[in-house]
């Protein structure tokens, strides 16, 4: 039920591209991603809901394959602002039928080098 | 509109006390998840609570765990006879319907 993260650990230099992928062996209903700094709050980033939907603002955007089994973070031209650890969270209900909860990914450490 | 607020922030308990955790959501937000951290791991999902209902508590440990969101005022993780093994971060996070929004959780250290 947990969704799978990959890769477990990311380290960048300024500037350089990253790809965090985050997969389901079951359709899901939608996709959150959230940015985590050691010993602060996630802070939410985006949601995905469609199948096929890509989004994002600034140099960090999101796509949901057409199964809704996998999305997918990019993170363009990395800055040092973007370390922190990024999670997945899933759910597999429909809005109208809020009984579902949101399953978190292990999460992706990515670390920023100067 | 304030935040999503925890507290206390940290919390220090011996083994075998009772650990009271307190979240208040966001004005308007009728849903409460509550997650545990261990240091460098990921977010465990606990239970999900509605105004006086528990909708899922299949992450909540059956000994000692219980959790409440009464009609009046904050959600409440409530830990008894707390052991080392309890030492994490909580984090509460409430939700209008779709995203939801984290506090800035409470580090509980058993002693």
């Known amino acids: 039920q947990q969704p799978v993260q990959s890769p477990q650990a990311v380290i960048l230099r300024e500037g350089e591209d990253a790809v965090i992928n985050c997969s389901s062996s079951?359709?899901?209903?939608?996709v959150h991603w959230y940015r985590q700094k050691h010993g602060e709050a996630p802070i939410f980033l985006m949601i995905?809901?469609?199948?096929?939907e890509q989004k994002g603002h600034d140099k960090i955007s999101a796509s949901f394959n057409e199964k809704k089994q996998q999305s997918s973070l990019y993170l363009t031209a990395s800055q040092l602002s973007y370390s922190g650890t990024y999670f997945c969270g899933t759910e597999r209900g429909a809005v109208l039928n809020r009984d579902d909860k949101i399953i978190f990914g292990k999460g992706t450490r990515l670390h920023i080098l100067p | 509109n304030a935040g999503v607020m925890q507290n206390p922030r940290h919390l220090v308990r011996r083994r075998g006390q009772e650990a009271r955790l307190r979240c208040s959501p966001m004005?308007?937000?009728?849903?409460v998840y509550w997650y545990r951290q261990l240091p460098e791991e990921g977010l465990k999902f606990m239970v999900y609570l509605q105004k006086e209902n528990i909708i899922d508590e299949s992450g909540m440990p059956k000994e000692r765990f219980s959790a409440e969101f009464p009609k009046e005022g904050p959600s409440i993780l409530r830990i008894q006879q707390v052991v080392r093994g309890d030492s994490a971060a909580y984090f509460c996070?409430?939700?209008?319907?779709?995203?939801?929004?984290f506090g800035q959780g409470t580090r509980l250290t058993v002693v």
């Open positions: 995905l809901l469609k199948g096929g």
């Open positions: 079951k359709a899901l209903y939608s």
């Open positions: 004005k308007g937000h009728s849903h």
């Open positions: 996070a409430s939700s209008p319907g779709f995203r939801a929004f």
